[in-house]
């Protein structure tokens, strides 16, 4: 069931009819494999996934800051143009409270964003900041400025209490283990996953109440290095996930580099009877990995290191430990979703962390992309063999 070309001996080597046949059943059974493979990949996407994008860019990134301007998010270049957009569209975004004919809407129907798509849990506020000697004044100048902020780094993070007297997490930091995400690589710099925090409330009311004492009591200014805003918004209609993150970077020389992060993710991967349907071709695709390793081992075996003087050896090998990859990822997120979904649900005033989950989701859509290349990439080999 493994014989390959490769496997042949050197009597079956002879015999032209021998190789034919098993060239031939080897392309027959990767054609099937390139099928499955295809249907795996492709059978969990969509076009809605850009439409679902695009209807998230325009609520929170090519929204204008006030009316009468043409400033966006993507046009902040200072903390004031920070706090204009979160005091307006930024809560314009987060909270539908009423229809477009001014009723309230109702409590079923509250929390969701253009009527259609779920918050999950609460908006969250992340500031990091650094110290005031995190960088060395020249001599000339020592007298004259007192304070030295430099660029983010993790090695002079300022982390003491700030602001207001209270036990708020908006004034005091909490560490990347309390918070439980991942690092996050901007424009200007690496940054950790702790900092302080201010979850928004559930109502517009609340939660303007809240930005506007964060606002009046400088929770921005000369030390804070990046600002994130990170929420996740569920469909239910297209059984989407979109995790949105929109950082504001505050460099050393002044000003604000903005940046916006969406991923449109399906998440929750069986639903209906064509998810069930890519789910049997998901276990087809594993059947054949197991099959093709063997085969791979077994070549090894037989070549010992001549095996490597092969590149298609070592694509096939590539492709397998790729998918290896792919297949652990699989598992992982049908069991963590499921693990956050509960805790969400027992929890829903807390911060919904999609965030790692997110980005492991899009690193999986690339890994299945290139697999998808190197296997189509692959028939040559086979049409060169037959030619």
């Given at each position: ?7 042949l ?32 990949t ?16 325009n609520?929170?990134v090519?929204v204008?800051?006030e ?5 966006t998010?993507?046009s ?18 987060l ?11 109702s ?9 259609e798509n ?8 992340r500031l990091?900041?650094?110290r ?13 400025i007192t ?14 209490h ?26 200007l ?16 009311r ?11 009591n400088?929770?921005l ?9 990170d ?29 916006a ?9 069986y ?7 890519v ?16 085969e ?13 003087k092969?590149v ?30 509960q ?19 899009m690193?999986?859509n690339?890994m ?19 030619c």
């Amino acid at each position: 069931i493994w014989q390959t070309r490769h496997t042949l001996t050197n009597q079956q080597k002879n015999r032209r009819e021998t190789i034919i046949k098993t060239t031939l059943r080897e392309l027959v059974t990767y054609l099937v494999f390139l099928i499955v493979i295809c249907v795996v990949t492709y059978g969990m996407t969509s076009t809605i996934t850009y439409y679902y994008t695009r209807a998230m860019r325009n609520l929170f990134v090519d929204v204008k800051l006030e009316e009468g301007s043409e400033d966006t998010f993507e046009s902040i270049s200072s903390l004031e143009d920070f706090w204009k957009y979160a005091e307006g569209p930024l809560l314009d975004g987060l909270y539908w409270e009423k229809w477009y004919n001014q009723e309230n809407v109702s409590r079923d129907e509250f929390g969701y964003l253009y009527y259609e798509n779920k918050l999950l849990g609460r908006p969250r506020l992340r500031l990091l900041r650094v110290r005031s000697d995190s960088c060395q004044i020249h001599s000339e100048f020592e007298k004259e400025i007192t304070g030295c902020y430099g660029e983010y780094s993790s090695g002079i993070e300022n982390k003491s209490h700030f602001g207001l007297a209270n036990n708020s997490s908006a004034w005091n930091y909490q560490s990347d283990s309390q918070l439980g995400g991942q690092d996050y690589w901007g424009q200007l710099g690496t940054y950790k996953s702790g900092g302080f925090t201010q979850l928004l409330p559930s109502t517009r009311r609340q939660a303007a109440t809240v930005i506007a004492e964060l606002k009046d009591n400088l929770w921005l200014d000369r030390a804070s290095r990046a600002v994130f805003i990170d929420f996740t918004v569920y469909n239910a209609n297209i059984n989407l996930f979109c995790v949105v993150k929109l950082v504001v970077e505050f460099p050393a020389t002044g000003g604000a580099v903005p940046t916006a992060v969406l991923w449109s993710i399906k998440l929750l991967r069986y639903v209906t009877a064509t998810d069930y349907f890519v789910m049997a071709c998901e276990v087809i695709f594993l059947l054949f990995i197991i099959y093709y390793f063997i085969e791979e081992v077994l070549e090894i075996y037989i070549h010992r290191l001549k095996y490597l003087k092969s590149v298609w050896n070592c694509l096939d090998i590539l492709m397998i430990l790729i998918a290896i990859v792919c297949i652990s990822f699989n598992i992982y997120r049908t069991v963590t979703v499921g693990d956050k979904l509960q805790t969400l649900l027992d929890r829903p005033s807390q911060y919904a962390n999609f965030e790692t989950l997110g980005f492991w989701q899009m690193q999986f859509n690339y890994m299945m992309a290139v697999l998808v290349f190197f296997a189509w990439f692959k028939v040559r080999v086979y049409s060169q063999c037959l030619c």
